[in-house]
C-alpha cells in the first residue's frame, strides 16, 4: 500500500511551562492512517513524551476526541490523508472548555461531576420492534445508553467557553433521558438540576454539539425537549392550581 509523509502540527504542553506550544512531526501515512495512529506512530518513533488518550480503536470507548483542524474529532476513526489533503500540516489539539493536565490531555473530573449529576440509567428500553424475532437463548434486548461521554459536545460548545457554571449539553441530553426512563430516579431533583439559569435556559441553541457528536445523540435536540418537559411541568402546575 502507497504512502505519503504528512505534517502533524501537534499542541504540547508539560506542568510548569508557560504555555502550550505547537510542534511538528513528520510521519508516513496510508489511506487506513488515523490520526490516533499517526499521533501513535510520533510516540513510538519520534517523542515518547508525547501524551494522549486512548483505548478502543473503534469509536466506542470516546477517550481519543480531540480538536482536528479546528474541528472536535475521535482520532481513532478520523482518516489522516483526509485531514491532511490540501494543508501544509493537520493542527491537533487537546479539547477545549476543560482543564489542561499535558499535551492531548485534559481534566475529564469536572464533565463527569455535571455528566454523574444527572443519574441517568446505562441501560435503556430496547427500541427493537416488537415483532423482532429473538436470537435462541436470548431472553429479550438490551439496550446501552450511546452517549460514548467523549466530550466532543462540550468542548465545541460556545457557551461552556464563557460560563464553566452551565451544565452543559452532555449533561442535559443526559438528564433528558433519566425523564424519559425515570426508573428509579428522582424526577423532581432532575428537574431542579435543569430548570435554572446554568441549565437548560443557558443553551443557545447553536447546535455545535450536534453537529460533533460521534454517536447521533443529538444532545441539542435533547435539550429542546428538555425544555417542553420543563414546560409542560411548570404550566401544568398552574392549570391544575387554576382549576382548584
Same mark, same amino acid.
Given at each position: 500500500?502507497?504512502?505519503?509523509?504528512?505534517?502533524? /502540527?501537534?499542541?504540547? #504542553?508539560?506542568?510548569?511551562?508557560?504555555?502550550?506550544?505547537?510542534?511538528?512531526? @513528520?510521519?508516513?501515512?496510508?489511506?487506513? @492512517?488515523?490520526?490516533?495512529?499517526?499521533?501513535?506512530?510520533?510516540?513510538?518513533?519520534?517523542?515518547?513524551?508525547?501524551?494522549?488518550?486512548?483505548?478502543?480503536?473503534?469509536?466506542?470507548?470516546?477517550?481519543?476526541?480531540?480538536?482536528? *483542524?479546528? /474541528?472536535?474529532?475521535?482520532?481513532?476513526?478520523?482518516?489522516?490523508?483526509?485531514?491532511?489533503?490540501?494543508?501544509?500540516?493537520?493542527?491537533?489539539?487537546?479539547?477545549? *472548555?476543560?482543564?489542561?493536565?499535558?499535551?492531548?490531555?485534559?481534566?475529564?473530573?469536572?464533565?463527569?461531576?455535571? #455528566?454523574?449529576?444527572?443519574?441517568?440509567?446505562?441501560? /435503556?428500553?430496547?427500541?427493537?420492534?416488537?415483532?423482532?424475532?429473538?436470537?435462541?437463548?436470548?431472553?429479550? =434486548?438490551? %439496550?446501552?445508553?450511546?452517549?460514548?461521554?467523549?466530550?466532543?459536545? &462540550?468542548? @465545541?460548545?460556545?457557551?461552556?467557553?464563557?460560563?464553566?457554571?452551565?451544565?452543559? !449539553?452532555?449533561?442535559?441530553? +443526559?438528564?433528558?433521558?433519566?425523564?424519559?426512563?425515570? %426508573?428509579?430516579?428522582?424526577?423532581?431533583? &432532575? =428537574? %431542579?438540576?435543569?430548570? /435554572?439559569?446554568?441549565?437548560?435556559?443557558?443553551?443557545?441553541?447553536?447546535?455545535?454539539?450536534?453537529?460533533?457528536? !460521534?454517536?447521533?445523540?443529538?444532545?441539542?435536540?435533547?435539550?429542546?425537549?428538555?425544555?417542553? $418537559?420543563?414546560?409542560?411541568? %411548570?404550566?401544568?402546575?398552574? =392549570? $391544575? $392550581?387554576? +382549576?382548584?
Amino acid at each position: 500500500m502507497s504512502t505519503q509523509s504528512i505534517v502533524l /502540527r501537534v499542541a504540547r #504542553y508539560k506542568q510548569g511551562d508557560p504555555a502550550p506550544h505547537m510542534e511538528e512531526f @513528520t510521519v508516513e501515512a496510508d489511506r487506513r @492512517t488515523t490520526i490516533l495512529t499517526a499521533l501513535q506512530e510520533i510516540r513510538r518513533t519520534l517523542d515518547r513524551t508525547l501524551a494522549l488518550r486512548h483505548s478502543c480503536h473503534h469509536a466506542s470507548c470516546g477517550t481519543c476526541g480531540m480538536v482536528v *483542524n479546528g /474541528r472536535e474529532v475521535l482520532a481513532c476513526v478520523t482518516p489522516a490523508l483526509e485531514e491532511a489533503a490540501g494543508r501544509v500540516a493537520v493542527t491537533v489539539e487537546p479539547m477545549q *472548555n476543560a482543564p489542561l493536565l499535558t499535551d492531548l490531555v485534559v481534566d475529564m473530573d469536572p464533565f463527569y461531576e455535571k #455528566y454523574n449529576a444527572a443519574g441517568m440509567a446505562y441501560l /435503556r428500553r430496547s427500541e427493537h420492534l416488537a415483532a423482532a424475532d429473538l436470537p435462541t437463548g436470548l431472553a429479550a =434486548f438490551t %439496550r446501552f445508553e450511546n452517549c460514548l461521554e467523549c466530550g466532543l459536545c &462540550v468542548s @465545541t460548545c460556545p457557551i461552556m467557553g464563557s460560563d464553566p457554571t452551565y451544565l452543559g !449539553p452532555a449533561a442535559l441530553a +443526559a438528564a433528558n433521558r433519566a425523564l424519559e426512563e425515570p %426508573r428509579d430516579r428522582n424526577a423532581a431533583a &432532575v =428537574f %431542579r438540576l435543569v430548570d /435554572r439559569q446554568a441549565g437548560c435556559w443557558r443553551c443557545h441553541v447553536a447546535m455545535e454539539c450536534t453537529a460533533v457528536c !460521534p454517536s447521533n445523540v443529538d444532545p441539542a435536540g435533547g435539550i429542546m425537549a428538555l425544555r417542553q $418537559k420543563v414546560l409542560r411541568r %411548570r404550566f401544568g402546575r398552574l =392549570f $391544575k $392550581k387554576a +382549576a382548584d
